[in-house]
């Protein structure tokens, strides 16, 4: 599969290192508004062709999926242009910045018959799988309620405190803790309660968000992009609880009785950088010519961005475009 990256900042070149080690996948061209910086990142990743826009990336015939690594402001329009070429899209997250954008860029894509998925790595990597069959073998009863915190200090990166770039806590980081919890327990939300600390400039700094469920299980999740954290994720039982060590990219599993004794351990599998699963699910959907890629539905996309319109709109954070 010849790949193109759109893009070519510190995410970019994470995705560079990753599918550089992957045999079935060429490097095959970047794009950036910036001709020397896809020239210099082109040289530095191994990639045959460096564009100095992105409509010769989208023009290449020869290209099979795009990673578009651009900020959250700038997926939909950046999405869009791919789409209306005909090419198939794998979009970091947040997939856009609100759930309307999501609504009508799926839509497109379907109209276009194009592969269109959102690279929220979590959804992808093998620890996921892990996690629903220890929850599934019943080691800790039943599950009734599940903490998780993702926080890094990021206050210095323009995007992540640009509200023109769709900046903040929640779509950067607390996406991670609102996946973790959908992952464990599903999405008949009852009720979403949400209290955040803003910035001068308006975006959240600090996200507190608690899940209230229709069977009766609670998430408490936070994010603050201020301070460092254990990036952890629990899951509470009756017969013992589940401590999952890093949320944003698992590092082992381990699972407690009652009484806190460690009694199953979990090693998270060798891997390149853990973004060659989400590109190993999108090469599957394209071989079997599917349009989504079942880790990561369409479904679940939107209604992860809903979530987050939810929150936002109970935080007071509106961005310039949307007023």
């Not at 990639?47 to 997926?75: K, N, Q, R, W």
């Not at 009694?263 to 989504?292: D, F, H, S, W």
Request: include cysteine; hydrophobic fraction near 40%; glycine fraction near 6%.
């Amino acid at each position: 599969m010849k790949m193109g990256i759109l893009g070519a900042g510190n995410i970019a070149g994470k995705m560079a290192e990753t599918i550089h080690e992957m045999p079935q996948v060429i490097s095959w061209a970047v794009a950036s508004r910036n001709p020397e910086r896809a020239k210099a990142f082109a040289e530095e990743h191994g990639f045959m062709h460096a564009y100095g826009s992105y409509e010769e990336l989208v023009c290449d015939p020869e290209v099979d999926l795009i990673y578009i690594a651009t900020p959250h402001s700038h997926h939909y329009e950046h999405m869009k242009l791919c789409i209306a070429h005909g090419k198939n899209v794998l979009t970091e997250k947040s997939f856009t910045q609100n759930a309307a954008q999501a609504k009508e860029v799926l839509a497109m894509a379907e109209e276009r018959g194009v592969l269109a998925t959102e690279a929220i790595w979590t959804r992808y990597m093998p620890m996921r799988k892990t996690l629903d069959e220890i929850l599934a073998s019943g080691i800790i009863g039943t599950p009734h309620s599940l903490y998780a915190t993702l926080s890094y200090p990021l206050q210095h990166i323009q995007r992540m405190t640009d509200p023109a770039l769709a900046g903040g806590a929640l779509l950067d980081l607390g996406v991670y803790p609102l996946n973790f919890a959908s992952m464990v327990f599903g999405d008949e939300i009852k009720e979403v309660k949400a209290s955040a600390v803003l910035t001068e400039r308006g975006v959240d700094a600090v996200d507190n968000i608690t899940l209230i469920y229709k069977d009766g299980k609670t998430a408490t999740l936070h994010s603050d992009m201020r301070a460092a954290c254990n990036r952890e994720g629990a899951i509470y039982g009756d017969k013992g609880y589940i401590l999952v060590q890093n949320i944003n990219n698992c590092e082992g599993i381990r699972v407690y009785d009652t009484e806190h004794h460690l009694i199953a351990e979990y090693e998270t599998p060798k891997q390149i950088t853990g973004y060659e699963y989400e590109v190993e699910a999108c090469m599957r959907a394209l071989k079997e010519n599917e349009k989504e890629c079942p880790e990561m539905p369409h479904a679940e996309t939107i209604y992860i961005m809903e979530l987050m319109d939810n929150i936002r709109a109970q935080i007071g954070v509106i961005y310039p475009n949307e007023r």
